[in-house]
């Protein structure tokens, strides 16, 4: 039963978002980071999504998912401007993706040693 719901649920996020998995673009990382850049998403995200103090939250692409991340650029929360298909097309997005997937995972603050 409960993993019945959990699918049901992911399948309705995915269609809300107007993207299903086989759907997705593949993405090129490197023209992902060019975007990155070219959109100015670093500006508020710091240039390997990592986030700032002030603006953008730290962006964990592979946690999100290209749905999620499509979605949040399409119709913005908060202060986030919105990013059209004219302005940025769904390859494009997919390229974006794939750069912040190949970003290396912020390690887990219980595997910081403390300063003595």
Same mark, same amino acid.
């Given at each position: 039963m409960f993993k019945t719901t959990i699918f049901g649920a992911t399948a309705l996020i995915l269609a809300g978002s107007g993207v299903l998995a086989q759907d997705m673009p593949r993405g090129d990382a490197k023209a992902g980071l060019a975007n990155f850049?070219?959109?100015?998403?670093?500006t508020c995200h710091g240039i390997v999504g990592q986030g700032t103090l002030r603006d953008g939250p730290r962006i964990n692409a592979p946690a999100l998912g290209f749905p999620a991340l499509l979605t949040q650029l399409? +119709?913005?929360?908060?202060?986030?401007? &919105?990013? +059209?298909?004219?302005?940025?097309?769904?390859?494009?997005? &997919?390229?974006?993706? &794939?750069? !912040?997937? +190949? !970003?290396?995972?912020t390690p887990d603050p219980k595997t910081i040693q403390a300063l003595q």
């Open positions: 850049q070219k959109y100015g998403c670093y399409r +119709t913005p929360r908060y202060e986030m401007p &919105a990013y +059209t298909a004219v302005q940025i097309s769904d390859q494009g997005v &997919a390229d974006i993706f &794939a750069y !912040l997937s +190949t !970003l290396p995972k």
